[in-house]
Antibody, heavy 121, light 107 residues
Framework: EVQLLESGGGLEQPGGSLRLSCAAS????????MSWVRQAPRKGLEWVSS????????YYADSVKGRFAISRDNSKNTLYLQMNSLRADDTAVYYC??????????????WGQGTRVTVSS | EIVMTQSPATLSVSPGETATLSCRAS??????LAWYQQKPGQAPRLLIY???TRTPGIPARFSGSGSGTEFTLTISSLQSEDFAAYYC?????????FGQGTRVDIK
């Protein structure tokens, strides 16, 4: 069974940094693209970033480009999201999601349970 | 950026009836359209990809249709567990984009 377990969320001040982690199990981690999707309180879903199976291709939403960095350690079956220069509008639940393919991060299945990030002074 | 627009925002339906949810793309996404269901306090789950392919375990009462820019999710004979929010998502281009969602609630 595929499992995705996020961690690293919490309360951070504007301008601060957080690093989210997603521990994956139940599949050959390095064979699949992975992504982060977020959901602000009482709002819809927003794609944040994706990464190919080997980590060589990365994609970012304009809202986080230059501030967030996605990465993976295939030896540890773990996906990361380094979040810098945090803003209040980054407040959301962040979901780690798996894709069906190696490169393109097309549809997202399954989803982790999410980790909550709150940016506030 | 491809903008995905869902309608209606909220749909009130009685159990046993059929719900029809719409999703429109600002430009063609070909067949690259997925649907997700999200219940309160839970992570989303994938229902359908490639317009009409159900993921394993999704009941046949969920069906997807459409092409190009106009898509529909139909839920036949609504069950109590189907009352939830539904999102469409295109994966034809970057950035990946979602619709704002349709909430299906009990009439």
């Amino acid at each position: 069974e595929v499992q995705l377990l996020e961690s690293g969320g919490g309360l951070e001040q504007p301008g601060g940094s957080l690093r989210l982690s997603c521990a994956a199990s139940g599949f050959t981690f390095g064979s699949y693209a992975m992504s982060w999707v977020r959901q602000a309180p009482r709002k819809g879903l927003e794609w944040v970033s994706s990464l190919s199976g080997d980590g060589t291709s990365t994609y970012y939403a304009d809202s986080v480009k230059g501030r967030f960095a996605i990465s993976r350690d295939n030896s540890k079956n773990t996906l990361y999201l380094q979040m810098n220069s945090l803003r209040a509008d980054d407040t959301a639940v962040y979901y780690c999601v798996k894709s069906w393919d190696f490169w393109s991060a097309e549809w997202f299945d399954p989803w982790g349970q999410g980790t909550r990030v709150t940016v506030s002074s | 950026e491809i903008v995905m627009t869902q309608s209606p925002a909220t749909l009130s339906v009685s159990p046993g009836e059929t719900a029809t949810l719409s999703c429109r793309a600002s430009q063609s996404v070909s067949y690259k359209l997925a649907w997700y269901q999200q219940k309160p306090g839970q992570a989303p789950r994938l229902l359908i990809y490639a317009i009409s392919t159900r993921t394993p375990g999704i009941p046949a009462r969920f069906s997807g249709s459409g092409s190009g820019t106009e898509f529909t999710l139909t839920i036949s004979s609504l069950q109590s567990e189907d009352f939830a929010a539904y999102y469409c998502q295109q994966y034809n281009d970057w950035p990946r984009t979602f619709g704002q969602g349709t909430r299906v609630d009990i009439k």
